[in-house]
């Protein structure tokens, strides 16, 4: 199945019906957006990203999408279309890998 076609932007709101947040597939629109949730969520300032590792910028988002766009998503209140949370995660084997090893280093630098 075509990774673009296995999600739809389609909300499915909350049993009150009253939700304002939906859930979606991240998307290319959305990058500087990302990066500045990651900066807030995680106290840094774009200045800071250029010289740590593990600052995930929007060059790094957009790699993100390019290596596997159906395991990204971000939470974006519909009424300002404004990203309010995001997910940064990744699938590796441990016992292949060095479990002590940075996101940094795990990922090539993200």
């Known amino acids: ?7 739809t932007h389609l909300t499915r709101p909350r049993q009150n019906r009253d939700t304002q947040i939906a859930v979606v597939p991240s998307s290319v629109k959305y990058l500087g957006q990302m990066e500045l949730c990651h900066q807030l969520a995680y106290g840094y300032t ?3 990203a250029a010289s740590d590792s593990e600052a995930l910028t929007a060059a790094k988002f957009r790699q993100h999408l390019a290596i596997f766009p159906a395991g990204q998503f971000i939470g974006v209140d519909k009424t300002t279309d404004r990203v309010v949370g995001l997910t940064v995660s990744m699938r590796v084997d441990l016992k292949a890998h060095d479990a002590a090893k940075s996101w940094a280093e795990l990922t090539n630098d993200g």
């Open 1 to 7: 199945m075509n990774a673009n076609l296995m999600h």
């Open 46 to 48: 774009a200045d800071d």
